[in-house]
């Protein structure tokens, strides 16, 4: 997870207290899922701040399309990748 430049494409996985107990999981699918699709991806991964929804941990943040998603496991990471990125 590198530092985002202004315009691009990047998935947020939140980094705070509660969240990084649980998003080792969903950063590992992410990242295997980039690996796969290899240079030719538009997207890009990207720690972020305590964005304050501790109970739904982990949150993942996707900035072209503006949405967060709440509880994300590996499936639901799958489900990101597909939908927002292929």
């Known amino acids: 997870m590198g530092k985002v430049k202004k315009g691009e494409k990047t998935i947020f996985i939140c980094d705070?207290?509660?969240?990084?107990?649980?998003n080792?999981?969903?950063?590992?699918c992410l990242k295997e899922l980039f690996d796969a699709q290899g240079d030719n991806c538009a997207f890009s991964m990207c720690a972020m701040k305590c964005q304050g929804m501790c109970k739904q941990a982990p949150v993942v943040y996707v900035s072209s399309h503006d949405k967060y998603k709440k509880e994300v496991g590996?499936?639901?990471a799958k489900k990101i990748f597909e939908k927002y990125v292929v």
Do not use: F, T
Not at 16 to 22: A, F, I, L, M, S
Not at 24 to 28: D, G, H, N, R
């Open 16 to 22: 705070g207290k509660k969240c990084c107990r649980y």
């Open 74 to 76: 590996r499936k639901k």
């Open 24 to 28: 080792q999981e969903v950063k590992s």
